[in-house]
C-alpha cells in the first residue's frame, strides 16, 4: 500500500553477485512500508463501517487485512525457501486486499477509488515487468466477490468524515512516491558520473582514456588551425618498461606509470590535454608554443629520472619524449602523433632519457 522498493535494473546494484542478495532481501525492505501503508488504509475503511454501522465480520476483514496481514506476509516471505517470489506473492495479495474493500465500502467513490489506485500504483513502482497486470484478475476477483457478498450495494457519497481519514494516505503516499523518485534520479545520476568517469579516464592512471583525449586534442587542432592557436603535441613514452615489468613484477610497473601519470600533471600546465594511449605510451596535447613545450618537456624528464620508489629503492625510470607541432590545414590528429611517434623513435635512437623534436629539430639530452 506504500512505494514499494523499485528493483528495476537502474536501482539494482551492478554486479550479479550482488543483485542476488538485494532481491532476496526485498521482503525485509517492503515490510515497513507495507505495515504502515495497509495501516493507515484502515483509517478510511474504519470511518466508511462506522456509517454503514457495518456487522462485525466487516470489522474482522479490516484487521486482519490492515493489521494482521503485513506481520503474515514478511513471515510468509522470510520462511519461504525462494524469498522474493514469495514477496511477488504478497504483491499480489495485497492488490486483493484492496478490490475487496470497495464493495465493503459500498463503493464509496473517494476510499474506493484512492485505495484501488494506490496499490496498483505500488505494483508499477516496483520496477518488476508486468507484476501490476498479474495482480489485476485477483483485484476483480475480489471486487466482484465483495459486491456478491454484499449485493453490490453501491453509496458513492463520500463525507467529509471520510474525506479526512483518507487525506493521511494521499498526503503520505504522494510524498513517498516523490522521495522515491528522487532517490532514483540520483542514483541513477550517480551511476551516469560513475560512467562517464569509467569512459573518459583511464583507471590505472586517472588520465584521460585514449578516446576521450582525442576527442579533446581533435578540438585543439581545430582551434590551432582556426584562429592560429599555439599547439604542441607531446609523446611519452617510458625507457625499457618491459625489463621493469620483468625485474620487479607488474605490480611495481604499474607504480611507476602511476608516477609518471602524477608528475604530468603536476609538471605542466593546467590547461594541457593529458592522456594515455596504453601500456607506458603517454601524450600530450598543450597548447604553447614550441620553446615552451621544449622547457616543460625538460623539467618533466629530469622529474621522472629523480623518482625513487620506496618498496623496490634500485629501481630508476626514464622517459624518452617526442615534440611535434601541428600539421599543415588539412591534416589531422592522426598525422600530428604520427609526426610525434616519429619524435619519440629519434630520441629513443639517441639513448633514450630525452626529448626530440619533428621535423629535423635537434634531440635535447
Avoid at 493507515?40 to 484487521?63: D, F, G, K, N, Q
Amino acid at each position: 500500500m506504500m512505494p514499494d522498493p523499485p528493483i528495476a535494473i537502474a536501482q539494482q546494484p551492478a554486479s550479479a553477485t550482488t543483485r542476488a542478495p538485494y532481491l532476496r532481501s526485498l521482503h525485509q525492505r517492503t515490510y515497513k512500508l507495507r505495515v504502515l501503508g495497509m495501516g493507515l488504509a484502515s483509517l478510511p475503511l474504519s470511518m466508511v463501517m462506522l456509517e454503514l454501522h457495518a456487522a462485525w465480520p466487516s470489522w474482522a476483514w479490516i484487521v486482519f487485512s490492515c493489521l494482521l496481514w503485513p506481520h503474515l506476509a514478511y513471515l510468509l516471505a522470510r520462511r519461504s525457501g525462494n524469498p522474493l517470489h514469495a514477496e511477488l506473492r504478497n504483491f499480489v495479495i495485497d492488490s486483493l486486499f484492496a478490490g475487496s474493500w470497495a464493495p465493503m465500502m459500498h463503493f464509496n467513490t473517494l476510499p474506493s477509488v484512492m485505495l484501488i489506485t494506490t496499490v496498483t500504483a505500488d505494483k508499477i513502482n516496483t520496477g518488476v515487468r508486468g507484476l501490476w497486470r498479474r495482480s489485476l484478475p485477483g483485484m476483480l476477483l475480489a471486487i466482484v466477490a465483495g459486491g456478491a457478498f454484499t449485493g453490490f450495494a453501491f453509496q458513492p457519497q463520500t463525507s467529509m468524515t471520510v474525506l479526512l481519514a483518507t487525506l493521511p494516505i494521499m498526503i503520505i503516499h504522494a510524498i513517498s512516491v516523490s522521495v522515491s523518485s528522487y532517490r532514483l534520479v540520483r542514483r541513477v545520476q550517480a551511476q551516469n558520473l560513475q560512467l562517464k568517469q569509467l569512459t573518459e579516464r583511464d583507471t590505472l592512471t586517472q588520465l584521460d582514456s585514449r578516446n576521450h583525449w582525442q576527442t579533446q586534442a581533435e578540438v585543439l587542432l581545430a582551434q590551432h588551425h582556426g584562429n592560429g592557436t599555439p599547439a604542441i603535441l607531446m609523446a611519452l613514452d617510458a625507457d625499457n618498461f618491459k625489463d621493469i615489468n620483468d625485474r620487479y613484477g607488474h605490480v611495481v610497473g604499474d607504480d611507476v606509470l602511476r608516477a609518471v601519470a602524477e608528475l604530468i600533471r603536476s609538471k605542466l600546465r593546467p590547461d594541457s590535454i593529458a592522456g594515455r594511449l596504453g601500456g607506458d605510451e603517454f601524450v600530450v596535447a598543450m597548447p604553447a608554443a614550441l620553446f615552451e613545450a621544449q622547457a616543460a618537456a625538460e623539467r618533466l624528464r629530469a622529474s621522472i629520472e629523480a623518482l625513487r620508489f620506496a618498496p623496490s629503492p634500485d629501481l630508476r625510470c626514464s622517459v624518452s619524449i617526442g615534440l611535434a607541432e601541428p600539421p599543415a590545414a588539412g591534416l589531422g590528429l592522426r598525422e600530428w602523433v604520427e609526426a610525434a611517434d616519429r619524435a619519440l623513435y629519434r630520441a629513443k635512437q639517441a639513448g633514450r632519457n630525452r626529448s626530440a623534436v619533428a621535423a629535423g629539430d635537434p634531440v635535447i639530452e
